[in-house]
């Protein structure tokens, strides 16, 4: 066909605007809420990325976020207390350094604890999120007994005050959801990172993992990282840098 | 071979009621004791989200092992062909049933929701061990109970093989699958290993027969029926032979994991500086559960009735100390989440787990035991499980006065 | 042999009067409603109704009232299981819109859920996790969540002010 030089240029330009603008449309399609209706699925994988040598010794803004975010209230009774998320000090044996970082439920691709639950209610979503479904959970704290991180907490008493996002009884078995209501929700992080991020640490960065232009990935992709017991070869969703 | 009668026994003794006072009463407190801690929550025991599993278990792991350890006796003569321990073959299917009974009975009323027991068995899991426990646990009564049916009833006595061919292989199964428990972790040193599983099946021959001796020796004298020699020296060589197995698993065990350097602070822990875990492995469980009962056997002292008695209690007591380092010690040690570092935190990760026994733990642990022999004084005395005699005379055809 | 089949017949003719006479009782109760007839020893359910938010709930009463847990058991699964976060069947939808105006709350004497549990001594058990505190308002007016085409009024009478009268 014959086309003069303006349309050439025409076309061209427009094809270079488009390839430009369309994975921007992408990332606003990724990023905003699944509405209601919609089941999660495994397009997703959600995770996080903790950077030990950001993460300051002292500081339990992660902690206390989770607390207030989750309705989790301490009884005096650090045994018994449920701690989805927890600062763990680690000096070195050999060289004397020390450094911390927040530990929770790492949200393995092959859990431990999903396999080992009598009735299922332990179980990882098609989004890559472990929970434990509370309605079937009949306490027998087999997970609690397999998880190689010791991530999930029983709750040893009656529970009031419970958030609306979050319920959680006497009698069952609990851990990091990844605040899985504010992943539903489309806030595109959770309290611990946002808590983080607020004391200007920015340790904890959350994100999809199985897409390649978020922020976690790319720093994936760039730096070295490594998961906790990788040995054990569970594929966690939580990463480390720094450790 | 000379025909076995067996008979109910009278009870009506003011002893036997007496007895079952007794263990109604511990049962009760049991049942109060699970009460009570589901009411409160689990806060008022001394389990913990770091040593998760407590007194409780280890009574319903011990009482569960010791159930299909039980029925060794009746696999010997259904299975092995073996005459001489045929009389015996009724009282040992109702101790498997009566102990995993009451192993059961704390394992339920222990969990957070025991209300929801019906959930247990209506959503499974199949890929986890303690689903298929479930199964081969309510099997293995089923099976029992038909082999029990197949010698109880006398047209039926030509499937007695059969039926207790499946129960032999249906409780190697569950024995399996009880040792698989620990044995499938990965996530603590003291677990995640094979041999935890055919280590059960040969505690289990252990406790079971110490427990079925000490049953038969209660029975037969309360109820005033001959118990001969015969019967008892060779009950008693196999008891002997079960606990030098069962040290030789223990050994093994050991063995291998101080040849692995990474297990040396594992073995440090039990062996040598645990405290109260390293009191209860050497002497609970190597000195009295071992040694003293092999001496007390294949010595002098294991002609006396009394002294093979006494090997029984320490074989059970030293059973119940290896229960507590195993499922106890294990989780106490803390998890090798980050070799090489010290670790600390508000969780206790890096440490030894603190750990004491609650009374409401003990005595549901002890209801349990309640239920177990309860079921079984209960049940001999309204079906014929007990052989009105075990003389010499009348167990050996070969037998000769001397 | 006459006479034993005349006392079974006899027997049977009672039983099934009885039975009758009982089904129609309840029957009746059912018509007339729960509030019938009945002398207090279990105080009667309360339903303080906030009718700012409708008069409707998201099925007709007859249904909630039989089939409400069917609701609450599928949605809790798909909630679960597959993060679908529809609001109509949501508990915290319910919870919302049918907590007390007073303490906020579906629990407690007067509250909407322990009232009628109490009433049918029913154990409830969702509160023991799930929080029976509004802590905002319903998301969607329940009229306008009804997939009904002709959504039904409740039997006989309708509101007025606070107490349902049937």
Redesign the interface.
Known sequence: MNINRRQFLGMGGAAVAAVTLAPGFKLIELAQA?S?????SSLHRWGLLIDSSKCADGCTSC?SACADENGIQS?N???????WI?????????TGHVQTLP?MCQHCEEP?C????????S?K???GIV?V??????????C???????A????????T?????A???????ESCTLC?HKV?RGDGSTACADACKKEGHEAILFGDLKDPSSEISKRLASQPSTQ??AD?KLNTGVRYQG? | MAHVHYLKIEGRSIGFLALLALLGVLIAIGVGAALYMEHNGHWVTGMSNQVIWGTPHVFAVFLIVAASGALNVASIASVFGRQLYKPLARLSGLLAIALLAGGLAVLVLDLGRPERLIVAMTYYNFKSIFAWNIILYIGFMGIVAVYLWMMFERRFNDYTKTAGMAAFLWRLTLTTGTGSIFGFLVSREAYSSALLAPMFIILSFAYGLAIFLLVLFAATRWTGRPLGDVMVTRLKNLLGVFVASALYFVVAYHLTNLYMTGKHDLERFILLDGGVYTRLFWIGQILVGGVLPLVLLYSKLGRSRYMNALAAVLVIVGGLAQMYVTIIGGQAFPMPLFPGKEASSSFFDGVVASYTPSLPEILLGIGGIGIALGLTVFAIKILPFLPQSLADADVDPHYKAT | MRTLNLQRILASLVLATGLAMASSASLAHEKEGIESGLSGRVPMPVHNANTDKGDECVQPEEVMRRDHMKFILHQRDKTMHEGIRTTQYSLKNCVDCHADAKTGSVLGKEGFCESCHAYAAIKLDCFECHSAVREAAAVTPPSAARNLVSPQKMAGVPVKGKKHEH
Do not use: N, W
């Open positions: 699944r209601p209706e919609e089941a999660t902690v009884h009774r650090p045994a018994t207390d449920a701690q927890r600062k763990v000090t680690l000096k070195d044996k050999q530990l431990p999903v396999d080992v639950c009598p009735t299922g209610a179980f979503r098609a989004d929970l479904d509370k309605h079937i959970c009949i306490g027998c704290r087999y609690m007994m397999a998880c190689p991180y010791k999930r907490s029983f709750i040893h008493e009656v529970t005050g419970q958030k609306s996002h319920p959680r009884g006497k009698g069952t078995v899985v539903d906790l017991r054990l450790i």
